[in-house]
């Protein structure tokens, strides 16, 4: 067998680090983030546990990222989706929506995220899917009308994140149609733009099959392993060595 050229083997390493971002955002949201650990992680994804500190320094920074996937790519989906439009209220009620959305159906896996953001050994850690989550608040925050968006963007990106906090607090939460009613307020959009509370978004965040979100298929020219993640992670340590 001839070797795989450098683009096969680049390719592996992305969807290898794909599968674990996945696996991340899977088991924090199904076991908790204490007891979700980095072999579990790698197990789950089908790599090489070596891989996980390859690709991440460690499983809070892995998890962050993760989270900024689900994130951007919720967000993404809720403003492109039919009918699309261009119309600044109505992005910004999807982009509302769209995080209150993760929040009241994934409170487990969004509520570890914000206790993680506020750990000072880690805290905010900017990583490619925290900058792609930025830049579609900051194009919503323009769309919208804002004449400043530097100073607009971290505002929008504080209102949502207290938000969330406020609809995960345990034992005294509030409502996220409560929260939902102020920021529509304070943005003076009408209650009937976005997702309404008593309305369901097609493939919204209550979705449990969260692959669409992460790119990992088998790469071109190199075949989909027909069995678990094993023989994955044989394949991801052989490309190390390369």
Request: aromatic share 6%; hydrophobic share 40%; proline share 8%.
């Amino acid at each position: 067998m001839s070797p795989r050229s450098a683009s096969v083997n680049e390719e592996l390493r992305r969807r290898s680090k794909e599968r674990l971002l996945q696996a991340a955002v899977e088991l924090v949201g199904e076991l908790g983030y204490d007891a979700t650990t980095l072999g579990a992680i790698a197990d789950r994804a089908g790599s090489a546990r070596g891989l996980v500190s390859y690709y991440f320094p460690g499983k809070r920074q892995l998890v962050q990222s993760a989270v900024h996937r689900l994130m951007h790519r919720t967000l993404e989906e809720a403003l492109e989706r039919e009918p699309r439009t261009a119309e600044g209220p109505e992005r910004m009620a999807r982009a509302i929506d769209a995080i209150l959305g993760l929040a009241r159906d994934r409170p487990v896996l969004m509520r570890q995220h914000m206790a993680g953001l506020l750990q000072a050994e880690v805290g905010f850690v900017p990583c490619p899917e925290q900058r792609r989550l930025a830049e579609l608040l900051r194009d919503t925050v323009a769309r919208h009308g804002s004449r400043d968006v530097d100073h607009d963007y971290p505002m929008l990106r504080a209102l949502l994140m207290g938000a969330v906090f406020a609809a995960l607090v345990p034992g005294v939460p509030m409502p996220v149609p409560v929260l939902r009613a102020e920021l529509f307020k304070r943005y003076r959009l009408d209650w009937d733009l976005g997702v309404p509370p008593d309305a369901e978004a097609p493939g919204g965040s209550c979705d449990t099959d969260l692959s669409r979100f992460f790119a990992t298929g088998a790469a071109p020219g190199f075949p989909s392993p027909a069995g678990p993640a094993v023989r994955t992670g044989r394949a991801e340590r052989s490309d190390q060595s390369k």
